[in-house]
Structures are given as C-alpha cells and as structure tokens.
C-alpha cells in the first residue's frame, strides 16, 4: 500500500498524482491523503485548493480528506520498514513509465470559458508560438518561500528569448504571470506579446493553454513545468532555469528532463 498526500498548488498536486496513479496501475494498492487542504498545514503554508478535480482523473484509488488514525498508523509502520517518505515526487521518472495515461488524464474535464477560447485561437494561428511563465506570488511575497525559491530574472528571460530567437526567427510570445500587471509595467519583450493571465481564465486552463503553445520558457515553477512537459509538439524547445531554488539546489536537480534547454 502507498500513501500519498496530496499538498501545495496545482503543479506540485499534478506530480504526487501521477506518481500515485503509475503505482496503482502497476498493481499497487493507493490512497490519496488530501487532508492538507483542510488542515492546519494548508492555513501555514500559502493557502491552496485541491485542484484535480478539474480534469479528466481516473483513479479507482480511494481520496481521504481528514486525518484518521489508521492513516498515521499505517505511516508509522511504513516508517519502521524503512520505506522512503517520498513528497512531491518531482521528476517524470515516478511516472515515465505510464506517460500516455497520465496525459490523457491531465485534460479538462470542462469545455474552456470563452476568455480561454479566445487565446486558444490566438495561439493555434500565431507563428511560433512561445509560452513565457513568470512566477510571482508568493514566491515575492513570502520571506521564507523568497529566501527558499527565489524568482527567474529579467536576464533568464533575456538569454531564453534569444537562445529561441536564434533557432526560429520571428517569435510570438504568450505571457503567463500570477502578477501580470506586474510583468506588464516592468517588463519588455523585443516580439508580438499577448498576457494572457486574467480574472476570467483559471488557472488549470492556463496550463493547458502554455502545452498548446509550440514552445515554452518557463519558470522555477512545476506549474508551467507541466505546461510544457504536456506541450505534444514534437520539435517544442523548452527553456528552463538551472538555478530552480536558491536553498537545497540538490533536491531539484532531476527535475527538467534531459531535452530540455537549462540556462
């Protein structure tokens, strides 16, 4: 039996997940724990939802909202076997081996809003087009998260503009921010530029809309990771920072897979 608790914003939920649903359909025995959402952790850390629901999500697997006591038995003696207490499962290899299943499932269960549709369009008839993630939020906002994460700079932007320049010319850029009024008074971009973040477009439409783009640059951020591991282009160029944490670089360092471009 594997215990998985599900925690932190949607990206990081979209990693636990598929690792948990490779392990079920191998045979194994799974329980997602999504207490996090409702217990004192989630209020500690920066606030989050459960998010899955908001996709195509197969599991037979059974999800327990509140702590019980045979969950934290049931840890404990996993514990005492020596079992790894695995958390975010960050790297496509926890889930490499049912690739397919875990992209059919990562599709929306409901048709796009219109603001959604709108950009959809946009970004099926623009010429190279090129989803640009800069994450803010609280990784601005949170002492602890700043000092732990820290934010890409202006110059990561720069270089992965260029570098994308260089292989394809002319670019057509579709910006994604949790602060994009923020981006768009502080930041210039040398192509077309469409922001695409707004009150009307959810944020799992968002991602969606990053894999429909052809290529991507995205952020030290497993939110617009997924937007690009889940890019179906097949020549997609996918820019990613070396540097994806400031503290405890290590943990990080099989995250971006070994096609995509590291600056």
Known sequence: MKIIKLQGGLGNQMFQYAHGR??????????????????????????????????????????????????????????KLGFKQECFFQNEKYFKNEEEQVRREFTLKNPPTDAAEKVLQQISTAKNSVSLHIRRGDYVNNKETNAYHGVCSPEYYNRAISVLKEKLGHLSLFVFSDDIEWVKNNLTFPFPTEYVSKHEIIDCEELILMSHCKHNIIANSTFSWWGAWLNKNPEKIVMAPKQWALKYQENFKDIIPETWIKL
């Open 22 to 79: 490779m392990l079920e359909l191998s045979g194994k025995k799974v329980i997602f724990d999504i207490s996090f959402f409702n217990g004192s952790k989630a209020k500690i850390d920066t606030a989050r939802n459960f998010k899955l629901d908001n996709f195509n999500i197969e599991t037979k697997a059974v999800f327990v909202s509140k702590k019980t006591p045979l969950l934290d038995i049931l840890k404990k003696i996993q514990r």
